[in-house]
């Protein structure tokens, strides 16, 4: 019943949602075929493959290369192992999974949004941050749209966020698909969910 009800709130929203979502990076590639970085975001923000990286303070190693620019919660890590991203995303030979993560705004995404927050008000849930994830795979130095597939992500709550509150994430996929995902780990301080291969926006919601 509630997501029928969320998929009601957010059918205005959806009929004008655009083929696309809108993304507020362009990228660039090295020629190398292993690098991946928007042109709007510090060299400083990529990650390799297998690196280890801070979760809402726990140190964990994040298994896909990428742009990891998300400022608003407290890190972000690909958790499922890099042998088994490349089977999930259906990857071939020469092919390297990649992944950008920013933050995102009505600015920068504003149909997208429009459906987070209509989601958001028909479930009663309260966002508190909002990200922007391309999943997809570089080849001969270009970038490689995915469409099939999914990988685990671990996301750290914002600073000051209530940790006594259950979280979910509101998934906005091009066309404007919503779907909502629960949090699959156990720590009060992060989310974890699923990613789906391609541009989606997920919105971390409180209940």
């Given at each position: 019943m509630k997501m029928k009800k969320i998929l009601a709130a957010t059918l205005a929203a959806t009929m004008v949602m655009a083929s696309a979502l809108t993304a507020s990076a362009t990228t660039?590639?090295?020629?190398?075929?292993?690098?991946?970085?928007?042109?709007?975001y510090a060299e400083k923000?990529?990650?390799?493959?297998?690196?280890p990286t801070k979760v809402a303070g726990l140190e964990v190693i994040t298994s896909v290369a990428g742009v990891y620019a998300a400022e608003k919660?407290?890190?972000?890590?690909?958790?499922?192992d890099l042998a088994t991203v490349k089977a999930n995303l259906g990857l071939k030979v020469g092919q390297i999974?990649?992944?950008?993560?920013?933050?995102?705004?009505?600015?920068?995404?504003?149909?997208?949004m429009a459906?987070?927050?209509a989601a958001a008000e028909a479930a009663g849930l309260d966002v508190v941050a909002t990200l922007n994830v391309d999943l997809?795979?570089?080849?001969?130095?270009?970038?490689?749209?995915?469409?099939?597939?999914?990988v685990a992500m671990a996301v750290g709550l914002p600073k000051g966020?209530?940790?006594t509150k259950t979280y979910s994430i509101i998934?906005?996929?091009?066309?404007?698909?919503?779907?909502?995902?629960?949090?699959?780990?156990?720590?009060?301080?992060?989310?974890?969910?699923?990613v789906k291969a391609g541009l989606g926006t997920y919105a971390l919601a409180a209940n």
């Open positions: 660039q590639s090295s020629g190398s075929g292993d690098t991946y970085v928007p042109t709007t923000a990529t990650v390799t493959a297998n690196a919660v407290q890190g972000v890590a690909v958790k499922t999974p990649k992944v950008t993560i920013y933050d995102t705004d009505p600015k920068k995404s504003d149909k997208a459906c987070v927050n997809g795979a570089v080849e001969k130095g270009k970038w490689v749209t995915l469409t099939d597939g999914s966020a209530d940790t998934c906005v996929q091009p066309g404007g698909v919503v779907t909502m995902l629960e949090d699959i780990d156990t720590n009060p301080k992060t989310v974890t969910f699923d």
